[in-house]
């Protein structure tokens, strides 16, 4: 089955512990990002990767990272999660090819909360 | 910088009705137009995408149109049920430097009573 898979599903933590949110996909999509969706503000981009080895800041990228090594994978970092870093978080993907825009395939989030 | 509403924002209709969702932009640059549906404490499952060159789209009950001159779309449930209800939202892909970027609208919340 054709699908996103994000790890944890829920996580809480305390301030400063860092953590690593997973993201994973089956469809040999050369794009992936991250979004956060919070109450009233909506889902805003994170950070995205066109290919492996290649990522850039998004909308909102303060105090998060990522890395692409694998064209599958593209896990998300908080080296010292906030309590302002509190949301549910969503991976996407979706096929990247010349300047074309294709279907993208959300995850099933990750709700986050920092204490 | 580009502005994307839906209206509006909460929706009750008893089942079998048939209804409208309203997307509307600011800037008719876009690339294609996506939309979603959402559950509570869920992840975006993909209902439709309309490419830039189509005017619409349709899958079972539902039909999407997209009008980039005047900066709307619409997406259409026919004769709906308690199952739809759900948070729907409309994503403009904008194509950057960056690649493909989503913008999303601001959702309507629809709840199908029997």
């Known amino acids: 089955e054709a699908q996103v898979t994000q790890n944890p599903r829920y996580l809480i933590t305390v301030t400063g512990k860092k953590l690593t949110v997973t993201c994973s996909q089956n469809?040999?999509?050369?794009?992936m990002s991250w979004y956060r969706q919070d109450p009233g503000l909506g889902l805003r981009q994170i950070y995205y990767?066109?290919?492996?080895?290649?990522?850039d800041k998004g909308d909102v990228p303060e105090g998060y990272k990522v890395s692409r090594k694998e064209k599958r994978n593209f896990p998300l970092i908080l080296e010292s999660p906030s309590p302002n870093q509190t949301s549910l978080y969503f991976c996407?993907?979706?096929?990247?090819?010349?300047?074309?825009?294709?279907?993208?395939?959300f995850g099933p989030g990750t709700r986050l909360t920092v204490t | 910088k580009q502005e994307v509403t839906q209206i509006p924002a909460a929706l009750s209709v008893p089942e079998g009705e048939n209804l409208v969702l309203n997307c509307s932009f600011t800037d008719s640059a876009i690339y294609n137009l996506q939309w979603f549906r959402q559950d509570p404490g869920k992840g975006l499952t993909s209902l439709l995408l309309i490419q830039s060159s189509q005017r619409e789209q349709t899958s079972g009950r539902l039909n999407a149109s997209l009008d980039k001159s005047s900066g709307r779309s619409t997406l259409y449930i026919a004769a709906s049920q308690p199952g739809d209800s759900a948070t729907y939202l409309c994503a403009l892909h904008i194509l950057t430097g960056g690649g493909n970027k989503l913008t999303f609208g601001t959702g309507t919340q629809l709840k199908v009573e029997l």
């Open positions: 990767s066109m290919n492996v080895e290649v990522t």
């Open positions: 996407a993907s979706s096929l990247s090819v010349g300047a074309s825009s294709y279907e993208q395939y």
């Open positions: 469809m040999n999509h050369e794009y």
